[in-house]
């Protein structure tokens, strides 16, 4: 198997004498938007506007994701339970 092949373990490829500074590591933006959204502003539209992902965490790592954008809210209604938000729109998706 090649590394184009083997996304999920791309990172053994990698020689241990590489430094982070010369690596280019793959990301998604706002990662947990795939879960959906929790709302006042909720509903078909809001998921449309802020969804920028399908697949779920463990889907994303086994596509060779290792760096995601994690946004925490914890505003009113929500200091018990941290959860993430994409903007304004809270997610489906916490700690």
């Known amino acids: 198997m090649t590394l184009y092949e083997d996304t999920k373990n791309w990172m053994s490829y990698i020689p241990d004498n590489k430094s982070l500074a010369e690596l280019s590591i793959p990301g998604t933006h706002d990662s947990a938007t795939y879960s959906g959204v929790e709302t006042k502003f ?54």
């Open 42 to 95: 909720g509903g078909i539209a809001a998921d449309v506007w802020a969804k920028c992902q399908t697949d779920n965490w463990t889907q994303q790592l086994e596509n060779g994701i290792r760096f995601f954008d994690v946004r925490a809210y914890c505003g009113a209604g929500y200091m018990e339970n941290m959860t993430l938000s994409h903007g304004e729109f809270i997610l489906n998706c916490g700690f």
